[in-house]
């Protein structure tokens, strides 16, 4: 499976500001997923990023609120901007290698005062 | 659209007891159904999966059937380990029902803890 890694860890971050998260996979991966944890729930998919063409976001997440960047196979960024306290969530970023498994980075714990 | 429910929990079993965590979904098309496993501060974990009906997916003494007639996949194991407390996840992926790029759909989670 892929080697996925992500920055930062955790953050805490005031309200009004932005914050960019990284993820990079150690290998090439056609299809990268954004996803949220807010705290105590379960997993909300953000949006699908593609090289090469834009993010698909889902329904309830906009381009303004959480601009995504996929530059290269390898490596993409998902920005929360704006931010208030209802952001606050771990935000995980995925690649799919076998057609239907998906592997997790560990994730990146956001807090927001 | 698609959706997976999970029992709820928390579920509390000591040491050696038999597990299962229910898991019911609902899908427009063939998905395939996971189980994914979150321990304590770490990230989530692929457990075991499933890709068709009737198949079992084994991994680390955890089972679960694909189970087409009930829409299920139960997760279960024979003797649970301090070591397995974790919260875990239910979840498809439909690549055939029209769903974007076989994105995955999460049951709400259920946190076990094992006692000793």
């Known amino acids: 499976s892929a080697v996925i890694s992500q920055k930062p860890s955790r953050d805490i971050c005031q309200r009004g500001t932005s914050l960019t998260i990284q993820c990079q996979v150690d290998s090439q991966v056609t299809m990268m997923f954004w996803y949220r944890q807010q705290p105590g729930q379960s997993l909300t998919l953000i949006a699908t990023?593609?090289?090469?063409?834009?993010?698909?976001?889902e329904s309830g997440f906009v381009i303004d609120k959480f601009p995504i960047s996929r530059p290269n196979l390898t490596f993409s960024t998902l920005t929360v901007s704006n931010m208030s306290p209802e952001d606050s969530s771990i935000y995980l970023c995925s690649v799919r290698q076998v057609v239907d498994e998906q592997f997790f980075g560990p994730g990146t714990r956001l807090t927001v005062l | 659209g698609d959706s997976v429910t999970q029992m709820e929990g928390p579920v509390t079993l000591s040491e050696e007891a038999f597990l299962t965590i229910n898991c019911t979904y609902t899908a427009t098309g063939y998905p395939s159904l996971f189980w994914y496993v979150q321990y304590p501060g770490e990230g989530l974990q692929l457990l075991l999966k499933?890709?068709?009906?009737?198949d079992k997916g084994s991994n680390k003494g955890f089972e679960a059937t694909y189970r087409k007639e009930t829409t299920s996949f139960h997760l279960e194991k024979g003797s649970v380990q301090v070591s397995d407390s974790a919260v875990y996840f239910c979840a498809l992926s439909d690549l055939q029902g029209g769903t974007s790029y076989g994105k995955l759909t999460f049951g709400q989670g259920t946190i076990l803890t094992v006692h000793p």
């Open positions: 499933a890709t068709k009906a009737d």
């Open positions: 990023a593609n090289q090469g063409s834009e993010a698909t976001y």
